[in-house]
């Protein structure tokens, strides 16, 4: 079993910055992959980034490719989201789930362990 608590969102203005935290519990989180995805008022979820259990294998999403990093501190047991750039149209609830696998994924049925969601809201 993990549980997800994200942390980090907020406002910001276009063209801002926020780091995203997801912090997990459980030993065996060093051996999950964690995936970040969003979901806008009125739209489905989508998928932002993936980062495999040793921080090898990351996808992006191409809308925030080059203005999002994902990395994770096992150590820790966080998963970070970097996200540079925003964007008003970057506005959503984020969350961060996780699943014991290999490689990433970027379908959310790929994920059995998901956190509740912190706000990002970008002002243009």
């Known amino acids: 079993q993990v549980q997800l608590v994200e942390s980090g969102g907020g406002l910001v203005q276009a063209g801002g910055s926020l780091r995203l935290s997801c912090a997990a519990s459980g030993r065996t989180f060093s051996r999950y992959i964690v995936g970040w995805f969003r979901q806008a008022p009125g739209k489905e979820r989508e998928f932002v980034a993936s980062v495999s259990w040793n921080g090898r294998n990351i996808y992006y999403a191409d809308s925030v490719k080059g203005r999002f990093t994902i990395h994770r501190d096992n150590a820790k047991n966080t998963v970070y989201l970097q996200m540079n750039s925003l964007k008003a149209e970057d506005t959503a609830v984020y969350s961060c789930?996780?699943?014991?696998?290999?490689?990433?994924?970027?379908?959310?049925?790929?994920?059995?362990?998901w956190g509740q969601g912190t706000q990002v809201t970008v002002s243009s």
């Open positions: 789930a996780a699943d014991h696998k290999v490689f990433p994924s970027s379908s959310a049925d790929e994920y059995d362990y």
